[in-house]
């Protein structure tokens, strides 16, 4: 036991280490554009030239107040980030210093991305494949907007920050800050345990998307399916039922992969793979990818809830519009089924050396 706190707390890992730098760099940055805004009056990409300002919960902060706001919540939280690397709060002082960074962080993940973003994700196989042939027919200025670069900025800003904060976190409460392990080898965090509440959460992480899948396949195959036979018409006429049938394929192929976390082909290639073949499989490749759909998913369900349209009847409350209401729940189920995978497959630690 000595040995292993001594291990702990010993600086080894530079990517951890550059973790809270990078943090701060970026909050600090984005900070001072959004403290220019305030005072210019002028870039806040949040503002009357964003067209999918009113399907996040965004909407309800003034624009005018809007720069002000950013200002002020992303320079306190850099210098949060600054100040962990040099002290370590205990007592009533950790508590609303670490609950105002993870608020942060929420709101740069969750709440400023809406579901813009995860949408471009289920889009990009057919814009990127369609390109070269002139489909779908759309101006990919009009896609790829400042708006859009902010809202993928902010996430990338709230990881940051999140991994951040994990490391102040750990640190503070004694764990080790690589991995988190606190020497006692017991708990929900065991590769056993995981076991056993990750495969829950894997079934109900691949569920939700592929119900999503059924009503946009529905569509292709002419069943109004949550929709009248005139809007699945014009559906048709627009083109529109491939871009839902290519959500659809996104979201099929997202549902068979979540599978992945608890198969044996998500630890070692497939045979059938050329090159890789019985290969083990890099826990990153499954855990990143996996990571950015759950924020991405939590952030499309809470900001499609939060819409009042959403809660009438031929909207968000039919076949159609029912799968969003579970987004929220994918999201979560998918981010603890990825950790459960995470904890069952980590190994030892380079840092502390607990396994």
């Not at 990127?128 to 902010?150: E, H, K, M, R, S």
């Amino acid at each position: 036991m000595t040995k292993v706190a001594v291990l702990e707390h010993r600086d080894t890992s530079r990517r951890t280490g550059l973790l809270a730098p990078l943090a701060a760099g970026w909050l600090g940055l984005w900070g001072l554009l959004a403290l220019a805004a305030a005072i210019t009056g002028t870039g806040y990409p949040f503002g009357a030239n964003d067209p999918h300002l009113d399907s996040t919960l965004l909407r309800l902060l003034p624009t005018d107040a809007g720069p002000q706001f950013f200002a002020g919540m992303l320079l306190t939280a850099a210098a949060l980030v600054l100040v962990s690397r040099t002290t370590t709060p205990t007592g009533p002082l950790r508590t609303p210093l670490l609950g105002y960074g993870w608020a942060v962080a929420f709101v740069l993940t969750v709440v400023v991305p809406g579901v813009q973003v995860l949408a471009l994700a289920g889009y990009a196989p057919m814009l990127l494949i369609g390109a070269p042939f002139g489909w779908p027919p759309v101006d990919y200025a009009d896609v790829f907007t400042w708006t859009l670069a902010a809202r993928v900025a902010a996430m990338a800003g709230g990881v940051l920050l999140g991994g951040a904060l994990l490391a102040w976190q750990r640190r503070t409460a004694g764990s080790c800050v690589g991995c988190g392990r606190d020497g006692t080898g017991r708990g929900w965090t065991t590769p056993a345990a995981a076991a056993r509440w990750g495969r829950w959460a894997v079934w109900v992480a691949a569920v939700i998307p592929f119900g999503y899948a059924l009503t946009r396949f529905a569509w292709l195959a002419g069943i109004p399916l949550g929709i009248s036979s005139a809007d699945l018409a014009d559906l048709w006429e627009n083109g529109a039922v491939w871009a839902g049938a290519g959500l659809g394929a996104f979201a099929t192929v997202g549902s068979v992969l979540t599978l992945g976390l608890v198969q044996r082909w998500g630890e070692r290639f497939p045979r059938w793979i050329p090159g890789l073949a019985g290969r083990r499989v890099p826990v990153r490749l499954a855990v990143v990818p996996a990571t950015a759909v759950a924020v991405l998913a939590t952030a499309a369900g809470v900001n499609a809830l939060s819409l009042p349209e959403f809660w009438t009847v031929g909207r968000g409350l039919s076949a159609a519009g029912a799968p969003l209401m579970f987004f929220p729940l994918w999201g979560l189920a998918l981010g603890a089924a990825t950790y459960a995978y995470h904890l069952r497959r980590r190994g030892a630690c380079g840092r502390c050396g607990q396994r």
